[in-house]
Each structure stands twice: as C-alpha cells, then as structure tokens.
C-alpha cells in the first residue's frame, strides 16, 4: 500500500466522508500542523510519509470521527488575517462574521470612535477593529471569564490596546457614549438545536449560541441597553441567524425610528447582518 503523503491523507479523507464527516478536515489539520502552503503541499505529496507524521495524521483522523473542531486541535483558527487562539470556552469565529467586520470597516473611517463589541469570544470582532483603526477606542465585552482570558491574550499576541470588560451586555459600559455598538450574539433558538452539526453541538459553548425568545432575547436586551447609551449618531452592526433578519430590523427601528435600518446577505446569499446607521 502506497504510503506518500497523498494516499496517507485520501485514505483518511474517505475514511471520513464513508463516515458522514467532512473530508476535507483530515487535509486541512495536515497542512496547518506542517505550515504548508498549497504549493509546498503540491511539492510534497508524492514524498514518504514519515512514521511520526502517520501517527499524527491517524491520532486527528481518530478526534475528527468524535466530531472535534479542527480548530480546537489546532488551538487556533484564522479570521480577518490573524491567527486567533480558541478553547472550548469560546465560539470557533466563522467567515460570516468577517463580513460584518468588513462592512463595519468600510463603513466607517479613521476619525476616533467609541466602539463596543459585546460578546466577544476569542476577541475577533474586536481585535480585528482596533489593529485596522488604531485611532478607534475599542471595548470588548462578554459574561465568560474564561473567553475574555482567551481574547485578552489573543488582544496582546497580536498588539491591539482593546479594554476588556466581564458582564451582562452593554452594562459594564453604560457610562459612555457608543458612536458603534457591534455584535455576534447568540441567536440559535431551542427549536433549531437539531440543525446543528454534530461539532458544535458536542464542542462549542452553549452560553455562546443560543438565546431564549426564537434566538431573539440578546438583541432585544441590546436595543434596549442601547437606547441609553448610543451617541445620537450611533451606529448598530448585528450579525444575525439566517431568518431573523425581518424581525430584529423591526426590532431597531421601534426602538429608533429615525435610523435608516437594512439587512445585508452574506457572500453565500443568507440573511446575516442588520446594520443601523
């Protein structure tokens, strides 16, 4: 049997996908342990499997079958072109939420802003802000211990002076006036705990995802937070389940009729952001 890297690895991606996982994984976890690029990899494939790196491959290949996030083993994943440490105490960040960075981003210049990212996991959302506007203020805040230590660390790895801020929501910063409040709440509802891929489920930090009222209660206790606290020029930037887009752009409008409110799709077509401005 030949033992190249290119059989090692389709041997265990069709292992995988035979078994309902995703192929692909046992590649991507290969290549980030070893830093290679594409290219490097297409140099290499036809090489000997080393016996250590047999064992490495068959140890992943054996965790991906108990449907561990790649990230997780890794103890990294990569957003906005920084690399970012995650643990099971944080949400691993998705593609979609760079598209609100994005937008956040484009939207808004270099002037100095008050900007508060609440519920902020590995700190992607607002690490990602500061080093792309260093004249922003950016504060951080979230009501896990454990994924504000995750984010102060990946704020101090990567040289971005965010403040950091255990609590509930926009409480630890209602003393200021947020010219930008953005964030990814949760917003899973109960009923679509089936839909979920087995992953998340197993792995990924409930507090992080889901919310009671139909995935809606974070955004209604942030509009209404908001109201005291926003600059009157304020702006809102939420990423959103795929359905809710309707619903929680009512919600901000009530509560701020003289905002111009719209739903953004993100790059696969779906409902993800609702921005006021």
């Known amino acids: 049997m030949a033992n190249n890297y290119f ?8 292992f995988l996908e035979e078994n309902g996982k995703e192929g692909h994984a046992i590649e991507y976890l290969f290549l980030e342990r070893k830093g290679w690029s594409k290219t490097e990899w297409l140099l290499h494939m036809r090489e000997e499997a080393s016996q250590e790196d047999q064992k490495q491959i068959a140890a992943d290949l054996e965790q991906l079958m108990e449907d561990h996030p790649p990230q997780y083993l890794l103890g990294y994943s990569d957003f906005y072109g920084h690399h970012f440490s995650v643990s099971q105490a944080t949400l691993i960040p998705r593609p979609e939420t ?3 960075v994005e937008h956040c981003l484009n939207e808004n210049e270099q002037e100095s802003l008050t900007v508060v990212d609440v519920g902020t996991g590995t700190g992607a959302i607002a690490v990602s802000l500061k080093l792309a ?3 922003w203020q950016v504060l951080a805040v979230d ?15 990567l040289g971005a002076d965010v403040s950091f801020f255990w609590g509930n929501g926009l409480a630890p ?3 200021r006036k947020i010219d930008i409040l953005i964030s990814n709440p949760p917003y899973i509802s109960e009923e679509e ?4 891929d087995d992953s998340v489920k197993k792995y ?3 507090m992080a995802l889901f919310a009671e009222n139909q995935g809606l209660a974070i955004y209604e206790q942030l509009i209404r937070e908001a109201k005291e606290c926003l600059a009157p020029k304020g702006k809102i ?4 389940g795929f359905q809710q887009g309707a619903i929680v752009k009512q919600l901000i409008e009530a509560a701020f009729p003289e905002k111009e409110v719209r739903v953004e799709q993100d790059l696969s077509g779906n409902d993800r952001m609702v921005i006021a401005d």
């Open 7 to 14: 059989e090692v690895l389709k041997r265990a991606s069709s």
């Open 98 to 100: 760079e598209e609100l």
């Open 133 to 135: 506007r260093p004249n």
């Open 143 to 157: 009501l896990s211990e454990e994924a504000l230590a995750v984010a102060e660390k990946n704020a101090a790895d």
């Open 173 to 175: 910063v209602r003393d």
């Open 193 to 196: 705990w089936e839909l979920m």
């Open 204 to 206: 990924e930090p409930h």
């Open 237 to 240: 930037y939420f990423e959103i």
